[in-house]
């Protein structure tokens, strides 16, 4: 993939400020809210069954993410995801900790039974579970697992027609056909409290303004890696709280310059 391509997706974001309807945990609802405002987005939470189904088909994307689950929220995103279908607008599903709980496993499996998911982000337990591979889990984080996970992102996309973003020390994207690896990023987002959960709704932004999924994902994971990377560099000496609010300022500032020269970006 051109360096180019990446460029002018972020490029896009900037300039048409897509809508990016969340319903999702409330741990990080506000580091995601600032985070996309801060990459050109124009984000929105909104929750209550009662209006996800209309605010969902006027957004540009939509992200479930089911880090703080309950049966209301299950619902909500349920009509927000169906609308969404309805209405063609991207769907990105976050499963946290899919695999740690059979409350958490079986939403995950009547989340992509009941909504047609186009893009899957999470780490390799949580795909897994998705899928119904086993793989280990401690809490909501990947354990280090023995399965190949490109092969595993594969298996997910092609199972279910969709693009599976798989997250950890490399990044795979595929589609079940083409796959890339992402090799940016650095291991202090592991420090930060819903920097997953922030690159899942990025992804929705990029998904917003890019048709080609494949596309808006790579472009989307490259960009918040080298951006990572960067707000890393720039706070070595500080830890991970100067890291959150130097990376949501990188966020604002990550010039098209420097995504070109540090994506690392790698077709299989």
């Known amino acids: 993939m051109e360096t180019i391509q990446l460029v002018k997706t972020l490029e896009n974001v900037r300039k048409i400020n897509p809508l990016v309807h969340n319903i999702t945990n409330v741990v990080v609802t506000n580091f995601t809210a600032n985070g996309l405002l801060a990459l050109g987005a124009s984000p929105v939470m909104a929750y209550a069954k009662e209006e996800v189904a209309d605010m969902a088909k006027i957004a540009g994307a939509l992200v479930l993410n089911i880090g703080t689950l309950s049966p209301d929220e299950i619902e909500a995103m349920i009509i927000a995801g ?21 409350y958490r496993t079986e ?12 893009i899957l982000r999470g780490n390799a337990a949580e795909v ?9 889990i401690k809490g909501v984080d990947a354990g280090e697992g023995t399965g190949n996970i490109v092969e ?6 092609r199972k279910l027609n969709t693009v599976v973003v798989i997250t950890g020390k490399d ?11 992402v090799h940016n990023g650095h291991p ?6 819903g920097a997953g959960c922030l690159l899942s709704s990025i992804i929705g932004a990029f998904a917003a303004v890019e ?14 890696g080298v951006t990572a990377e960067t707000a890393a560099k720039q706070t070595a000496e500080e830890g991970p709280g100067s890291f959150q609010i ?4 990188k966020l604002a500032t990550i010039s098209p310059e420097e995504i070109q020269t540090n994506a690392n970006v790698e077709k299989l």
């Open 211 to 224: 048709k080609d999924l494949l596309v808006a994902s790579v472009s989307a994971l490259a960009a918040y």
């Open 152 to 157: 595993l992102a594969q298996i997910a996309a």
């Open 246 to 249: 130097q990376l949501l300022n």
């Open 171 to 181: 990044d795979v994207i595929t589609d079940g056909e083409t796959t890339y690896l």
């Open 107 to 118: 939403t995950s499996h009547r989340i992509v039974k009941e909504v047609k998911i186009s």
């Open 188 to 193: 202090i987002l592991t420090k930060v409290t």
């Open 128 to 136: 897994a579970n998705v899928i119904g591979e086993e793989w280990t």
């Open 82 to 102: 169906k609308s969404a279908n309805e209405h063609g607008v991207p769907v990105i599903f976050d499963p946290v900790g899919a695999g740690a709980t059979p």
